[in-house]
């Protein structure tokens, strides 16, 4: 378990449009058991711990959409007196290129693993200083010094999760538990496809369904993958990460490429929803909570992370986005359907067959051309 | 400034030559300057995610020989063409009855031309989408006249980025359709009927080549931005065509590979110049009309 987990981490979640769609009703209900006053959360361990009127009163969030439960924020809000906004990206790929062009003003960013090691070879992340954030110490140790961050310098874990494909029992009639079997039924239910817009988690369902690795450098195993997904072209709906959800929820999508935890989404509009991780394995990523280089107030940042990486706090953000937290107790503060769910806290043994996107700039070019080979197929 | 004036009318007819300045400072910062950074990453080396070397290397520009990359030019090309002709074929007609037939409530329609156009792309887009849907309001409409049984399958296909196409750009050919009918010397029409052209010939030989200028123009100013579409394709069309657009904008933001994102902007900047100079050889005398209009 360690030995999958230890193979460096990746690719997210991410809803641009669906910041609009607010989750389950019941959710949200689930979510105010435990909006404490949040700087007692904290244990204050005296050396260095900046006392909440130390820091910044500005703190510009640059996230993922739906991906920082709103009762979080304004709790933190309310508890330092500091003025939040939050701006949206919808890959890792467009938060390094947003960043590495040069754009300023945010203090607080979550990527995934992998780009947290591109964004760091490339100066774009602030060194954290682990004085500011004793709270690390709740973080399951298997979530910490992973391959992309060995000590922790530019980042702490947020959550984690897996990318596989979801589909409605209503409409399909087979029981769907493999990667072969998301290939081998695309034309019996063509139209009713969807597939992310991302080239890593795509063209490694490819990859996987023939039993290579996600960051394989090897052209023949890329082409194998991408002749496979060009064949099943034709009967997808729509090549998305941010509509996905709401096609599915209209029944216009019945089976969909994506991470676990946005078929939770669509929960509440259609119960036969089933989200598997494919039995060949499948990438598995840890998203993290890390401070741009250019942040103009990163000791709010840095107090922001700690003050979130409570169990108490880290429940309410696993009740909104439905991933998995990285602490250590955070799921007896989660609602219990959803920290029972095998599908957020995978089985340890099938945890073993997930494998985490490596950063490797060569795989990647591989798979964006054939990525481009895919798309104008 | 003022002892200037005081010299009398004298200067304001011969304006100092400098006056031009700030449009040409615009033109060379904001115009030139950003093609010159496309071209300079076009022929750069690019070595993992951003080191890059900026020289003369022609990799990135060889690599669009691929069929791969041929046949996303080709299709866009073809895209934008039906896509301006539809636009045309709406577009002409209406700008005829608008310029010739109405009289009374023309700035009202002109203005209703307009108004879709002050709303963001964006959100025009959009709702098409929400339009399109197997089960939205088109389907509700024609399922209700019993026109169709099923879902309707619209979105997601090259007919829904069509229409997006055609509604989006409709004004921009509208316009200047207008413009040169409204400006069509009816004189020059009746002549034409009165010494024995019927309806057609007297439109094909006399009304269609004044207002040629005002076609071309409106085509221009259809087809160039189409070529480059990015939100009508990525929404109606489920991002799954062949269009230049989005897949240029993966170069950017999802392969992370700014020289080769710049050799195939390159490329069709290059293409579009081709197309506009092959126009305007065709026009050839036409030039000055066009350029009166443009």
Redesign the interface.
């Known amino acids: 378990m360690t030995d999958a987990l230890g193979a460096s981490p990746l690719s997210r979640r991410g809803f641009l449009k669906a910041a609009v769609v607010l989750p389950a009703a019941g959710v949200l209900a689930a979510c105010s058991a435990d909006v404490g006053p949040p700087a007692t959360d904290a244990p204050d361990t005296g050396s260095g711990s900046p006392s909440p009127a130390a820091i910044e009163d500005q703190l510009n969030v640059y996230n993922w959409a739906a991906y920082l439960n709103p009762a979080t924020l304004k709790a933190f809000t309310k508890a330092y007196d500091v003025e939040t906004t939050i701006d949206f990206y919808a890959?890792n790929?467009?938060l390094?290129?947003k960043l590495?062009g040069g754009a300023a003003g945010y203090d607080l960013v979550a990527p995934t693993g992998y780009a947290v090691q591109?964004m760091a070879?490339?100066g774009l992340l602030y060194e954290l200083d682990h004085a500011r954030i004793p709270n690390m110490s709740n973080v399951d140790p298997r979530f910490l010094g992973l391959p992309f961050d060995p000590e922790n310098r530019y980042s702490m874990p947020k959550d984690w999760g897996t990318t596989g494909f979801g589909y409605l029992q209503d409409f399909v009639e087979e029981e769907m538990t493999t990667w072969e079997d998301f290939f081998s039924l695309a034309e019996k239910y063509s139209?009713k496809y969807t597939v992310l817009?991302?080239?890593p988690e795509v063209i490694g369902a490819g990859l996987k369904r023939h039993g290579y690795s996600y960051n394989t450098t090897n052209p023949d195993e890329v082409d194998e993958a991408v002749a496979d997904l060009v064949a099943i072209?034709p009967h997808?709906?729509?090549?998305?990460s941010s509509e996905y959800r709401q096609m599915m929820s209209?029944g216009?999508a019945w089976v969909a490429l994506g991470w676990n935890g946005d078929f939770f989404y669509v929960l509440e509009d259609q119960p036969s929803v089933r989200y598997v991780i494919p039995e060949e394995g499948t990438e598995y990523w840890v998203d993290t909570w890390s401070v741009p280089a250019t942040a103009e107030h990163p000791i709010a940042a840095m107090e922001f992370i700690n003050w979130v990486l409570t169990p108490e706090n880290q429940g309410r953000e696993t009740n909104y986005t439905y991933y998995a937290s990285a602490v250590t107790g955070a799921q007896e503060h989660t609602d219990p359907a959803i920290a029972s769910d095998p599908s957020i806290y995978p089985d340890p043994t099938v945890i073993d067959k997930l494998e985490a996107n490596d950063g490797n700039?060569e795989a990647?070019?591989l798979r964006?051309?054939g990525?481009?080979?895919f798309?104008?197929a | 400034m003022r002892a200037r004036r005081a010299r009398g009318p004298r200067s304001a007819v011969a304006e100092p030559g400098w006056l031009i300045a700030p449009a040409w400072l615009y033109h060379t910062v904001l115009l030139a300057a950003p093609l010159v950074i496309v071209v300079a990453y076009a022929f750069a080396d690019r070595e993992?995610?951003?080191t890059i070397t900026f020289g003369l290397y022609t990799e990135n520009l060889e690599r669009l020989w691929d069929p791969?990359?041929l046949?996303?030019y080709r299709?866009t090309f073809i895209a934008a063409g039906v896509g301006t002709v539809g636009c045309l074929l709406i577009g002409y007609p209406f700008a005829y009855w608008l310029g010739t037939r109405v009289h009374r409530h023309r700035t009202l329609l002109l203005l209703l031309v307009i108004v879709p156009f002050w709303t963001s792309i964006l959100i025009r887009t959009y709702a098409w989408a929400l339009l399109l849907?197997?089960?939205g309001p088109l389907y509700g409409v024609l399922h209700g006249l019993g026109l169709i049984d099923g879902?309707l399958?619209l979105?997601?296909s090259s007919r829904a980025v069509l229409i997006g196409l055609v509604y989006d750009y409709l004004p921009l050919m509208v316009f200047p359709l207008y413009v040169s009918i409204e400006r069509l010397d009816r004189r020059v029409v009746e002549a034409a009927r009165d010494l024995g052209g019927n309806r057609w010939s007297a439109f094909r030989r006399t009304t269609l080549p004044l207002t040629m200028p005002g076609l071309i123009t409106g085509c221009l100013l259809v087809f160039i931005p189409m070529t480059g579409e990015y939100v009508v394709p990525t929404f109606l069309g489920?991002?799954?065509g062949?269009w230049f657009g989005?897949?240029v904008a993966?170069?950017?933001?999802?392969?992370?590979?700014y020289p080769f994102g710049a050799a195939m902007s390159l490329v069709l900047v290059v293409a579009l110049l081709l197309v506009i100079a092959g126009y305007l050889k065709v026009m050839g005398s036409r030039a000055g009309e066009l350029e009166a209009v443009l």
């Open positions: 890959s790929e467009e390094i290129a590495q591109i070879d490339e139209g817009d991302s080239s072209k997808i709906a729509a090549i998305t209209r216009d700039p990647l070019d964006s051309e990525w481009t080979r798309k104008s | 993992g995610f951003f791969v990359y046949r996303i299709d849907r197997p089960r879902p399958n979105l997601g489920g991002g799954k062949r989005p897949i993966d170069q950017f933001l999802e392969a992370l590979n």
